[in-house]
């Protein structure tokens, strides 16, 4: 799987989308860009994925650069429940585990 | 729609006890994945079965760890004469199928403290 490089922190106002950027340079044709959080206490929660376009559902939206080697997934009101670690995976094809890096924290403010 | 259960959420065993954690995949799931977060760290893949079949191991510890998901009944992590080490939180994740286009989806966890 490619690896993924996320800044370690992030701080966000309450109302105000979150733009959280993930790396993925090394990543190949046929590997999913994946994104999960953990919110304190509680089990990680499947965000989103995408292959090559861009993506939205109810929780958020993921924009893939053209290259595919960065990847950004936008909050678009955050929420003082949305603070978490967010972690951004590259799934390879016939990849069954799923690899977390040490992800994003981020802090929604009030 | 049930989500993944697990149970217990919490459990407290002394050393060289044994610990048994147990999963419900979400209804039409059939493949199942556990993976452990120790203290401060980031998760780490274990086990991942499909009924009545263990299809890759490659992140348990070789000793005193075993999984199994039968026909019928949860899938459970069996831990043999725990020690402080194991002291950890347990996740377990299900998917329909077991495609690399399919999120995984996790319950929330099991909290093992070994006194």
């Known amino acids: 799987d490619a690896k993924t490089t996320q800044p370690t922190s992030m701080d966000c106002a309450e109302g105000r989308a979150a733009n959280l950027p993930c790396n993925h340079s090394?990543?190949?044709?046929?590997?999913?860009v994946y994104w999960y959080r953990q919110i304190h206490s509680q089990g990680p929660q499947y965000i989103i994925h995408g292959l090559k376009n861009n993506e939205t559902n109810e929780m958020a939206s993921l924009i893939i650069t053209e290259d595919r080697k960065s990847s950004t997934l936008i909050l678009p009101h955050a929420t003082l429940r949305d603070t978490a670690v967010y972690y951004c995976?590259?799934?390879?094809?016939?990849?069954?585990?799923?690899?977390f890096g040490q992800g994003t924290r981020l802090t929604i403010n009030p | 729609n049930a989500g993944v259960m697990q149970n217990p959420r919490h459990l407290v065993r002394r050393r060289g006890q044994e610990a048994r954690l147990r999963c419900s995949p979400m209804?039409?799931?059939?493949?199942v994945y556990w993976y452990r977060q120790l203290p401060e760290e980031g998760l780490k893949f274990m086990v991942y079965?499909?009924?009545?079949?263990?299809?890759?191991e490659s992140g348990m510890p070789k000793e005193r760890f075993s999984a199994e998901f039968p026909k019928e009944g949860p899938s459970i992590l069996r831990i043999q004469q725990v020690v402080r080490g194991d002291s950890a939180a347990y996740f377990c994740?299900?998917?329909?199928?077991?495609?690399?286009?399919?999120?995984?989806?996790f319950g929330d966890g099991t909290r093992l403290s070994i006194l």
């Open positions: 994740a299900s998917s329909p199928q077991g495609h690399w286009d399919q999120p995984q989806h």
């Open positions: 079965l499909q009924k009545e079949n263990i299809i890759d």
């Open positions: 995976i590259v799934r390879q094809q016939g990849a069954q585990k799923l690899v």
């Open positions: 090394t990543i190949s044709g046929n590997e999913y």
């Open positions: 209804k039409g799931h059939s493949h």
